[in-house]
């Protein structure tokens, strides 16, 4: 089974540029979040979604940040003027949320490194 | 206060030596409790999950005291692969997961 996909790995832009995050979840987990790691801190939520609906916004940063979830598939964030705190790693995870299990892990992808300069 | 301590470290033990890390959450509405390692410039990945008391894994034991409001990871017979940053995570249900600064756990030969 595929896990969890991230695209691009790596994006280098400058302030006031946009860039676009991808998330492809694992097949069949309705439940997708976007987390964010600035350096030298802790992982921090940004946003939950369940299928297509935003299930929790709350820490999403400002209003520069877009995520959508069309389809209930995969995911994009935007960020719209990037600014040079937006830099980190952008990290997106799957979970069946529960469904019956009663089991609520998390499966991350690889990230995306964004460098705003 | 941070909602999810750790102690960050860094740990440095001998290979084959037993360590231990303890966590420390502040929402007693938290159910739902994990360990995930992440090595250098990669993602999190799931490590132990710990949903009743206790769970063991192999080398691996994490514990839950709800009453305290810690869990604790142990890793028995360390190998050098151990190397990594562990970290605690908490979440109620299919909620956002509250992450730990983590422990720097280095392995020496």
């Known amino acids: 089974e595929a896990g969890v996909t991230q695209f691009p790995s790596h994006s280098v832009i400058e302030k006031g540029q946009t860039v676009t995050l991808r998330c492809d979840p694992i097949s069949g987990h309705d439940n997708l979040y976007w987390y964010r790691r600035v350096m030298g801190k802790e992982i921090k939520f940004l946003l939950h979604f369940v299928k297509e609906s935003k299930q929790d916004e709350s820490g999403m940063p400002n209003n520069r940040f877009l995520a959508e979830r069309t389809g209930g598939t995969y995911s994009t964030l935007k960020v719209q003027p990037a600014e040079l705190e937006d830099s980190g790693v952008y990290f997106c995870?799957?979970?069946?949320?529960?469904?019956?299990?009663?089991?609520?892990?998390?499966?991350f992808g690889p990230g995306t490194r964004l460098t705003v300069t | 206060r941070k909602e999810v301590e750790q102690d960050p470290g860094p740990f440095n033990v001998p290979e084959g030596a037993t360590v231990a890390f303890n966590c420390t959450y502040s929402?007693?509405?938290?159910?739902?409790f994990f360990w995930y390692r992440q090595d250098c410039r990669k993602e999190p990945k799931l490590l132990m999950s710990v949903y009743s008391s206790g769970n063991e894994d192999g080398r691996f034991t994490a514990q839950l005291n709800r009453a305290s409001q810690y869990i604790s990871l142990l890793i028995r017979d360390s190998k050098l692969s151990d190397s990594a940053t562990y970290l605690c995570?908490?979440?109620?249900?299919?909620?956002?997961?509250?992450f730990g600064s983590g422990t720097r756990l280095s392995i020496r030969p």
């Open positions: 929402n007693s509405a938290s159910q739902s």
């Open positions: 995870a799957s979970s069946h949320g529960g469904a019956g299990t009663g089991r609520y892990e998390q499966y």
């Open positions: 995570a908490v979440s109620r249900g299919a909620s956002k997961i509250i």
